[in-house]
Every structure is written in structure tokens, then in C-alpha cells.
Nanobody, 122 residues
Framework: VQLQASGGGLVQGGGSLRLSCAGSGFTFSSYYMAWFRQAPGKDREFVANINWSGGSTSYADSVKGRFTISRDNAKNMVHLQMNSLKPEDTAVYYC????????????????WGQGTLVTVSS
């Protein structure tokens, strides 16, 4: 099983980035997919998730209206479009996959990617 995240980088506040995560070694279309993030000295926190078909999404309040999660099951990919970025969005972003029917927290996620660093300057 592998989740390979990419797309991180340095961006000015107000800018945009698109993160991508490629999954392999498991039945991608049967898994909830999510993005979490971890800022220095802080706990890993939920950002967004998307159900198997892509028809249902959920977002943390802090990113609602700015971030959009999507998936392409034909390509085993999940994306996170991040707009209007703020310095407080600076973190390592992780993609994760859950076999649970309705994952409630990070402990419900079975597989994790290696993370990609997003840095937003003020």
C-alpha cells in the first residue's frame, strides 16, 4: 500500500496550491479519502474528507469555503485545491485512506502518505 502526496510548496498569503495524492496497493474506490495537516508543535488535525464516490465531502471549519477536496477513482487520485491561503495554513499535509464506513477521526484511517509541506508567507 502506498499513498504518495505531492504539490506542496511556498506560496504567498492569498495564493493557491493544489495538492495531489496517488494511491496504490489497495482498492482505492472503496476507501474514504482525507487530508489532514500538522503544524509545528501541534497535533495532526482533520482538513477534509470525501466518500467513495465523491458525492459527499466534509471540511474543517477553518478551511470551509477556501479548500475543495475531489477524487478521480479512475486514476486512484485525490486532490485538495487550496485557495485564499493564510499563514496559519502552514503545515505538513497528509493524505489518508479509511476502510471504515464513516470515519470519525484520524484513528479510523488505515493508510497514510508521507506528507507534503505547505508554507504560506505573510
Amino acid at each position: 500500500v502506498q499513498l504518495q502526496a505531492s504539490g506542496g510548496g511556498l506560496v504567498q498569503g492569498g495564493g493557491s496550491l493544489r495538492l495531489s495524492c496517488a494511491g496504490s496497493g489497495f482498492t482505492f474506490s472503496s476507501y474514504y479519502m482525507a487530508w489532514f495537516r500538522q503544524a509545528p508543535g501541534k497535533d495532526r488535525e482533520f482538513v477534509a474528507n470525501i466518500n467513495w464516490s465523491g458525492g459527499s465531502t466534509s471540511y474543517a471549519d477553518s478551511v470551509k469555503g477556501r479548500f475543495t477536496i475531489s477524487r478521480d477513482n479512475a486514476k486512484n487520485m485525490v486532490h485538495l485545491q487550496m485557495n485564499s491561503l493564510k499563514p496559519e495554513d502552514t503545515a505538513v499535509y497528509y493524505c489518508a485512506a479509511a476502510a471504515a464506513r464513516f470515519p470519525r477521526n484520524r484513528y479510523d484511517y488505515n493508510y497514510w502518505g508521507q506528507g507534503t509541506l505547505v508554507t504560506v508567507s505573510s
